[in-house]
């Protein structure tokens, strides 16, 4: 499935890096808002803002994950056993590496610099991936798979994979800001860079999802890591890497939270940016911190989220598909003289599909969610 949806993905950067080309636009909503006009624009800002801060707290969480598993390590004890020493408790953990890491990284105006910490996170996702092949290939001893299923229970099995899917592959809400920092932005080169970094992305996935189920089965946990008995010291380092991940992961989806923030900020006020130059470091000092703070104590205070990473796949697929397909499609009305019909056509077909696409994973999630909470 994620073979065939990662054409629709990508398309969705391209359309994205053209219209932003086209419109002289930085930032994903500004895109959507100069392409598609006001009311779709705000709406993109409304669920930029709700993905962004829901993702954030979901990423300080698996922070939280991966250090009670370190420590347990170190410490050479049971995660959450009595008695640990109050510097391994995971709010303290989760505080500490928030505070030290994370805040100074979400600070500065631009994302460029981030180019270099995230290197790292890939070579240390690789590195995750290489220890789950090896752990499949050469299993330790005590680990014993459970029953393994060999086709899906049923095709709502399949779609309900679908946010998880997108919820994965999303880097959409930040490639437009990324896009514009290269040295030369170029849609055609972006196409090459995107198609690479989707592919290398699939193998990851798909190394990691099939060698960690292979090895523990039905058995296996969401996150695969946590499978793996604490003490092992080369999972342990993989820990370590996915949150360097998250770490450097984090401050990039800040920025565009912090971006729709301030752009919804300015129109309210009525100001353009250009005039408002000088009282920009202190919104953006205080719009930070608050988000920061937020995230950070929903975080620690909110045991269980998976309802609403559940939303928040739904909503990376309005991300993927459906704002860029109405992208595509109100720039190909826009140059419908300028066009060959047949080719016309084509795009704003292809444009409708996207959208139509979009719309069924986001609906049929929301639908997931309402009826599961109607049950309990």
Same mark, same amino acid.
């Given at each position: 499935?994620?073979?065939?949806?990662?054409?629709?993905?990508?398309?969705?950067?391209?359309?994205?890096?053209?219209?932003?080309?086209?419109?002289?636009?930085?930032?994903?909503?500004?895109?959507?808002?100069?392409?598609?006009?006001?009311?779709?624009?705000?709406?993109?800002?409304?669920?930029?803002?709700?993905?962004?801060?829901?993702?954030?707290?979901?990423?300080?969480?698996?922070?939280?994950?991966?250090?009670?598993?370190?420590?347990?390590?170190?410490?050479?004890?049971?995660?959450?056993?009595?008695?640990?020493?109050?510097?391994?408790?995971?709010?303290?953990?989760?505080?500490?590496?928030?505070?030290?890491?994370?805040?100074?990284?979400?600070?500065?105006?631009?994302?460029?610099?981030?180019?270099?910490?995230?290197?790292?996170?890939?070579?240390?996702?690789?590195?995750?991936?290489?220890?789950?092949?090896?752990?499949?290939?050469?299993?330790?001893?005590?680990?014993?798979?459970?029953?393994?299923?060999?086709?899906? @229970?049923?095709?709502? !099995?399949?779609?309900?994979? =679908?946010? %998880?899917?997108?919820? +994965? &592959?999303?880097?959409?809400?930040?490639? /437009?800001?990324?896009?514009?920092?290269?040295?030369?932005?170029?849609?055609?080169?972006?196409?090459?860079?995107?198609?690479? @970094?989707?592919?290398? !992305?699939?193998?990851?996935? =798909?190394? %990691?999802?099939?060698? +960690? &189920?292979?090895?523990?089965?039905?058995? /296996?946990?969401?996150?695969?890591?946590?499978?793996?008995?604490?003490?092992?010291?080369?999972?342990?380092?993989?820990?370590?890497?996915?949150?360097?991940?998250?770490?450097?992961?984090?401050?990039?989806?800040?920025?565009?939270?912090?971006?729709?923030?301030?752009?919804?900020?300015?129109?309210?006020?009525?100001?353009?940016?250009?005039?408002?130059?000088g009282r920009e470091r202190r919104r953006r000092m205080l719009q930070t911190l608050v988000w920061f703070l937020l995230t950070l104590l929903l975080a620690l205070f909110i045991p269980d989220i998976g309802k609403?990473?559940?939303?928040?796949?739904?909503?990376?697929?309005?991300?993927?598909?459906?704002?860029?397909?109405?992208?595509?499609?109100?720039?190909?009305?826009?140059?419908?003289?300028?066009?060959?019909?047949?080719?016309?056509?084509?795009?704003?077909?292809?444009?409708?599909?996207?959208?139509?696409?979009?719309?069924?994973?986001?609906?049929?999630?929301?639908?997931?969610?309402?009826?599961?909470?109607?049950?309990?």
């Amino acid at each position: 499935m994620a073979q065939g949806m990662l054409v629709f993905i990508i398309s969705g950067l391209v359309i994205l890096a053209y219209c932003s080309q086209a419109s002289n636009e930085r930032t994903y909503q500004e895109v959507v808002w100069a392409v598609c006009g006001k009311l779709t624009g705000v709406l993109c800002e409304v669920t930029i803002a709700i993905y962004t801060f829901g993702t954030c707290i979901a990423f300080l969480i698996i922070i939280g994950d991966q250090q009670d598993k370190i420590i347990a390590v170190m410490a050479k004890e049971p995660e959450g056993a009595g008695g640990s020493p109050w510097y391994t408790d995971r709010k303290f953990t989760i505080s500490l590496t928030a505070f030290l890491f994370i805040l100074p990284l979400s600070i500065p105006r631009e994302i460029g610099f981030q180019k270099y910490a995230s290197f790292l996170s890939v070579v240390g996702t690789w590195y995750v991936t290489a220890i789950i092949i090896i752990k499949y290939i050469w299993p330790d001893k005590e680990m014993t798979p459970g029953d393994i299923l060999t086709r899906p @229970a049923s095709w709502v !099995a399949v779609f309900n994979a =679908m946010p %998880t899917i997108c919820f +994965g &592959f999303q880097c959409h809400v930040s490639s /437009v800001p990324v896009f514009n920092s290269m040295r030369q932005p170029k849609v055609k080169t972006w196409g090459g860079v995107v198609t690479a @970094a989707m592919v290398i !992305a699939l193998a990851v996935y =798909m190394g %990691t999802g099939i060698c +960690g &189920f292979l090895t523990f089965g039905a058995a /296996v946990d969401p996150d695969v890591l946590l499978s793996y008995p604490s003490e092992d010291m080369a999972v342990a380092v993989a820990r370590a890497f996915i949150i360097l991940s998250v770490l450097t992961s984090y401050p990039i989806l800040h920025f565009c939270g912090r971006a729709v923030v301030e752009g919804l900020w300015l129109r309210y006020q009525g100001m353009p940016v250009e005039e408002d130059v000088g009282r920009e470091r202190r919104r953006r000092m205080l719009q930070t911190l608050v988000w920061f703070l937020l995230t950070l104590l929903l975080a620690l205070f909110i045991p269980d989220i998976g309802k609403v990473i559940s939303v928040i796949g739904g909503l990376a697929a309005c991300f993927i598909f459906v704002f860029p397909g109405l992208c595509l499609i109100q720039a190909k009305l826009s140059e419908m003289e300028e066009v060959k019909p047949a080719s016309w056509w084509a795009l704003v077909s292809y444009g409708v599909l996207l959208v139509t696409l979009g719309a069924f994973i986001f609906g049929q999630t929301t639908a997931n969610a309402i009826f599961v909470d109607l049950l309990a």
